[in-house]
């Protein structure tokens, strides 16, 4: 069935410095993938997307890369700051008219450290 | 910001008993979803719901389940008889995706109804 594999589960990092989530999906027809995150006792809230039209997107500090080869896709957060310290979840989908069953990886919660 | 709701933000039920778990899209969204998140773990798709119908339900989504919008602005979540393995959050979510344009494919989540079965 459609599954999301998410890497790391947790990740610490300095201010500053880079962080690097990767995810895998299995369902070759998914064609749009938004990343998610989820600051303690709040909602999900999206950060950025991609469709399969595209390779790389990128947003001021965090940017979007797609592999559709080897099914893999990739949020990069550059210049961290405490702020960014939330989980994390990528998602999956299959866009078939208006719309779009999302399938989550399991998370990673992010900790910046000043 | 137009920002989705839900109500209640904490229900506590006993097994066997009915809950509904109420949310309130954006107000010009077309597409509504329900999700779930048991403590620790990933979120779960359950349903979609368009046009008065059911789009796509999850193998979570069985008949214990089921889905209304019984006027223009509410969308609910019905669980007939919980179990204990119902415990999780529960996130509405809706987008407004039409073939127009001017919209995304971005689904917009409510703050979430934690349901607790004792």
């Known amino acids: 069935g459609e599954n999301v594999e998410q890497h790391p589960s947790t990740l610490s990092v300095q201010e500053g410095d880079s962080a690097v989530i990767k995810c895998t999906y299995s369902d070759s027809a998914s064609n749009y993938f938004p990343w998610y995150k989820q600051e303690l006792g709040k909602r999900p809230q999206l950060i950025i997307d991609i469709r399969s039209n595209v390779g790389e997107k990128k947003d001021q500090r965090i940017a979007v890369t797609l592999n559709k080869t080897a099914k893999h896709f990739s949020l990069h957060i550059t210049e961290t700051q405490p702020e960014d310290s939330a989980v994390y979840f990528c998602?999956?989908?299959?866009?078939?008219?208006?719309?779009?069953?999302?399938?989550f990886g399991a998370g990673t919660r992010l900790a910046v450290h000043p | 910001e137009p920002e989705v709701t839900q109500t209640p933000s904490h229900q506590v039920t006993q097994m066997g008993q009915e809950v509904i778990l109420r949310c309130v899209p954006i107000?010009?969204?077309?597409?509504f979803y329900w999700y779930r998140q048991i403590l620790g773990q990933k979120v779960e798709f359950l349903v979609s719901?368009?046009?008065?119908?059911?789009?796509?339900k999850s193998e979570i989504f069985d008949d214990q389940f089921s889905v209304e919008r019984p006027d223009g602005s509410n969308f609910t979540l019905k669980i007939r008889s919980t179990k204990l393995e119902d415990s999780a959050m529960y996130f509405c979510a809706s987008s407004d995706y039409n073939f127009g344009g001017g919209s995304t494919y971005e689904q917009y989540f409510g703050p979430g109804t934690r349901l607790t079965v004792t």
């Open positions: 998602a999956a989908s299959v866009l078939s008219g208006g719309y779009n069953k999302l399938i």
């Open positions: 107000s010009n969204h077309l597409y």
């Open positions: 719901f368009y046009n008065n119908e059911i789009s796509e």
